[in-house]
């Protein structure tokens, strides 16, 4: 079963402007978390964003925020003022923390361009 | 240091050939350390993990094989590539429960 989904995949948006990407999560565990990665033309994966899931605040990180609504499930990322180096695949990841193996998964990933 | 060194960087081989991907990471020891594959323009596909020397989870089945033979030391193998082998290779490690996971930099395999 797919355990994390991104059903955007592409989006637009003006420069300065804000953006929200979707990520929805499936999982029973209690104690898990949440990432967002940046991925540029060159393929390095960039470290954005990290929400625990007993984390009672949202996370920020300078222009990027979770937006995580555990009830629904939902870790989206804003992006505000967006800025033409944001034009990029971002992707949402979860690690569930009840299971021993520690793995990460990925969403499919959505294609932000940032239009001057 | 969360450097995680992977070679090389980009690599094209022929149907049938085998291949040795190697991926060394630096930083706490006792790392979980990940291999993914990334079609052009798709999401990341967990290949292997590992939380120990010697021990290997598979997720999903195909002709390619991981060994951890040092603790920083993750190896991602094939006897005889397949053309659906090629794809965007990234080695990652996380050095704690919560902690973010750290990429190399990839290796863009094409399978000819």
């Known amino acids: 079963a797919q355990k994390i989904t991104q059903t955007q995949p592409g989006m637009f948006v003006q420069e300065k402007e804000a953006v929200t990407l979707d990520c929805t999560y499936d999982?029973?565990?209690?104690?898990?978390?949440l990432f967002w990665y940046k991925q540029p033309s060159s393929g390095e994966m960039i470290f954005l964003i990290y929400q625990g899931s007993y984390d009672e605040q949202n996370a920020t990180e300078g222009r990027y925020s979770l937006n995580f609504q555990k009830a629904r499930k939902s870790a989206n990322l804003v992006i505000s003022a967006s800025q033409l180096g944001d034009s990029a695949m971002y992707f949402c990841?979860?690690?569930?923390?009840?299971?021993?193996?520690?793995?990460?998964?990925f969403g499919a990933g959505t294609r932000l361009t940032v239009k001057p | 240091s969360q450097t995680i060194h992977q070679w090389p960087a980009t690599l094209v081989q022929p149907v049938g050939s085998p291949l040795s991907l190697e991926c060394t990471v630096e930083?706490?020891?006792?790392?979980?350390l990940y291999w993914y594959r990334q079609a052009a323009g798709r999401g990341l596909q967990l290949l292997f993990y590992s939380v120990g020397i010697g021990q290997i989870s598979s997720e999903v089945p195909q002709n390619l094989s991981a060994s951890r033979p040092q603790d920083r030391q993750f190896i991602l193998s094939s006897k005889k590539l397949l053309l659906s082998d090629s794809g965007f290779y990234l080695c990652?490690?996380?050095?704690?429960?919560?902690?973010?996971?750290?990429f190399g930099q990839g290796t863009r395999l094409t399978v000819v």
């Open positions: 999982t029973s565990d209690q104690s898990y978390g």
């Open positions: 990841a979860m690690r569930e923390g009840e299971r021993n193996n520690n793995d990460m998964r």
């Open positions: 930083g706490t020891s006792n790392p979980n």
């Open positions: 990652a490690k996380t050095a704690g429960r919560y902690t973010e996971a750290f």
